[in-house]
């Protein structure tokens, strides 16, 4: 189980002697019962990974049409790729000039952006199961329910970070089957995932999702709707756009040890975070918000 996670299950709450899975299984039965029925979260949760995810890479199969045009230069191409880091162009010595299109699009400027899709699950879902809970005037019951404040909170936090990964994975694989289709063309055999990418999948974009988790957590104590929690828990995406444009400037570029890096940094920020989440979480503060 990854740190965050694991880290709430052994949270010190005064009164809480084991954790009862049953009842926290419970617990994230109910909240994703309830997920599944409002459209403005669920919504988001399908349209932003189809489009990033699959439309977005689909495109691919087109740059290389629009590049090798007659009379297109690639002078600007060539002129982008002498901008980039040593290392991104050593990567990209073995293509030519209409592969090194797809593979710097694929596999190098999308890999940031598919950050976004675990992120913006986690965030929503979290939002709505505490926020939301709130604002339905349905948060009190649960607080008086046999469930400990540890149990609760656990069940609650699981019922985001768990879809996070299912969405972040399926995404993942639906990332490879269209990037590999889309570019066959041009590329003549499968190309995807790489290894940076498969570290992104596997410890990266839980971290990340755990770090979206650990805001809207926060963020959810202190305000009493869900589209105040969301519209907050959101500026956690700045820093991912943050890498996007560092990437596309040439100050970056993915490999494995910046994801292995980055995956460290982000699950430590997200383990804080869910900390400060959890200091927040007791029974005598939410009920004087509900």
Known sequence: MHFGVFWVSRVDI????????PLI?????????????????????FLVPLIMLVALPALAAFVPSAVSMPGTSLSDLESFMA?????????????????????????????PMYLIVPLMVASVIA?????????????EALLYTPLSQSELLLGKMLSAWLPALAVGWVGFVLYSITANLAAWPVMGRLFFPTLTWCVLAVWVAPAVAGLGLGLSVLVSARVRTFQEAYQLGGVVVLPIVALVAAQAAGVLYFDVWLALALGAVIWGVAGGLLWLGARGFRSEALLTQV
Not at 14 to 21: E, L, P, R, S, Y
Not at 85 to 111: C, H, K, S, T
């Open 14 to 21: 005064k009164g809480d002697k084991g954790m009862n899975w």
């Open 25 to 45: 299984r419970a617990v994230i039965r109910r909240d994703l019962t309830l997920v599944s029925r409002n459209r403005g979260v669920v919504l988001p949760m």
């Open 83 to 111: 901008r980039m880091p040593a290392g991104l162009q050593r990567e990209l010595a073995g293509y030519n000039e209409v592969q090194r299109v797809v593979v710097l699009m694929l596999v190098y400027f999308f890999a």
């Open 127 to 139: 939002a709505d199961s505490f926020a939301g809970e709130k604002e339905r005037k349905t948060l």
